[in-house]
């Protein structure tokens, strides 16, 4: 029985009987010589394939031809929704290509399982409030009022007038429910947004300021009192806290 697939062939010593000598030119003649060279050449054809080269198939050709198959469409068995897709679970290191966000990205947004918030992160905007005297220097009053939607606080306030000139904004601050806001809920303390004499001023130095401002406050603006000034802007830099 022989020994391949399951092992490799080894074949026994042969020896021609005493006195022979190889003759390759004697071809009706056997020698030692041609059955070792045949032992060799078995050897070395069981060495290259190894044992079992069938492995779990039926035949050599079996899985050959499996193989051949499975090169045919390698690329797309490992594409998306293929036999054996590739995964990078469990891989490290950014990918080669761009990514686009699938599901990944509503969850971070508004009402999503984990949506991006401003904590941790400080982020300025702006209050701006125009005040114009139509041509004519600005009056003392009332002027107006807005609404804030969300919770900041006060950094600095900048005051820009057309010419120079004087005036004097107060603002007031309160709730929705106990609007309007007076004189009695001012946020500047003695240190009002002011020009005096001058066509810009901008001041970060609010010790003496509430400086906090609750989603849903309303601000009111109040021209203590103004000269030359026709028009003017207010700005609030803020930052927004959680």
């Known amino acids: 029985m022989a020994d391949y697939p399951t092992g490799v062939y080894a074949p026994r010593t042969k020896e021609n009987k ?8 004697k071809p009706t003649i056997g020698f030692a010589e041609d059955v070792t060279k045949l032992d060799a050449e078995v050897v070395a054809i069981e060495t290259e394939l190894g044992a079992s080269p069938k492995g779990t198939k039926a035949s050599v050709v079996a899985r ?8 045919g469409d390698h690329s797309a068995r490992h594409e998306n929704g293929g036999a054996d897709e590739i995964s990078v679970a469990g891989l490290s290191g950014a990918l080669a290509d761009a990514q686009t966000p699938t599901a990944h990205q509503s969850t971070h947004e508004h009402d999503g399982a984990d949506p991006i918030t401003g904590a941790g992160l400080e982020i300025e905007k702006a209050i701006s409030f125009f ?20 919770k900041c606080e006060i950094l600095k306030w900048t005051l820009a007038g057309d010419q120079s000139g004087s005036i004097v904004i107060d603002i007031w601050k309160d709730t929705k429910v106990n609007y309007p806001p007076t004189d009695a809920d001012s ?3 003695d240190e009002p947004p002011i020009l005096d004499s001058a066509i810009i001023e901008e001041v970060s130095a609010l010790s003496a300021w509430n400086t906090t401002i609750n989603a849903g406050d309303i601000l009111m603006f109040n021209v203590d009192s103004a000269t030359t000034i026709t028009w003017v802007s207010l700005t609030l830099k803020i930052k927004l806290v959680e």
């Open 18 to 25: 005493a006195g022979v000598v190889y003759d390759a030119d």
């Open 64 to 71: 050959l031809n499996d193989v051949d198959t499975l090169l």
């Open 131 to 150: 005040i114009d005297g139509g041509g004519s220097a600005i009056t003392t009053g009332i002027k107006g009022s807005i609404s804030i939607p969300f």
């Open 187 to 189: 946020i500047t303390g």
